[in-house]
T-cell receptor
């Protein structure tokens, strides 16, 4: 089996700060995703990458940048942290699209002071 | 775009009782359906995935029903136990090959009391 590792588990930043979240997978999956999870709102897609060097915007991309440095890693940058951005950010990967299962990391909890 | 409504948001049952979570979707082209389980402090784990062609799918201790006519997907836990306590999410995707977007429901927090 494989694993998705998200770092850090907890991230505390100041309002206006630029913050980076990292994700690594060893499934050798092509597609990777960043989701934001807010209590009572489900998961919302921020960015995804179908393959290395690909980047696609999701529904919630404003205020974020993403980078697929290599097949196994996908990072997310909060360009200017805001207090209403406090949430859990989940990284996931899948072999492809369609029927493919998403495998999730355990998340990065962001707190903005 | 696709909208997925999941209910109830919270569900509390006693050990041995059944528990039912329902998702209603809007896009008639939806083809792949997923149920995920999230335990505290963890990511989501796949419980079951179903395809548009199959209406009843059984897992260990649960059944997933797909009613395409009413655009409804349900998760039925037949005899809940405390280890089932978690947040459950449904997710829906259409058959378009280039569409990576899974639309998630807002989740149901299930508490099973012994």
């Amino acid at each position: 089996g494989g694993i998705i590792t998200q770092t850090p588990k907890f991230l505390i930043g100041q309002e206006g700060q630029k913050l980076t979240l990292k994700c690594q997978q060893n499934f050798n999956h092509d597609t990777m995703y960043w989701y934001r999870q807010d209590s009572g709102k489900g998961l919302r897609l921020i960015y995804y990458s179908i393959t290395e060097n690909d980047l696609q915007k999701g529904d919630l991309s404003e205020g974020y940048d993403a980078s697929r440095e290599k097949k196994s890693s996908f990072s997310l940058t909060v360009t200017s942290a805001q207090k209403n951005e406090m949430a859990v950010f989940l990284c996931a990967s899948s072999m492809g699209l369609g029927a493919e299962t998403l495998y999730f990391g355990s998340g990065t909890r962001l707190t903005v002071l | 775009g696709e909208q997925v409504e999941q209910r109830p948001p919270h569900l509390s049952v006693r050990e041995g009782d059944s528990a039912v979570i329902i998702c209603t979707y809007t896009d008639p082209n939806s083809y792949y359906f997923f149920w995920y389980k999230q335990e505290p402090g963890a990511g989501l784990q796949l419980l079951m995935k179903v395809f548009s062609s199959t209406e009843i799918n059984e897992g260990q201790g649960f059944t997933v029903l797909l009613n395409k006519k009413d655009k409804q997907l349900s998760l039925n836990l037949t005899a809940a136990h405390p280890g089932d306590s978690a947040v459950y999410f449904c997710a829906v995707r259409d058959s378009g090959g280039s569409n990576a977007k899974l639309t998630f429901g807002k989740g149901t927090k299930l508490s099973v009391k012994s």
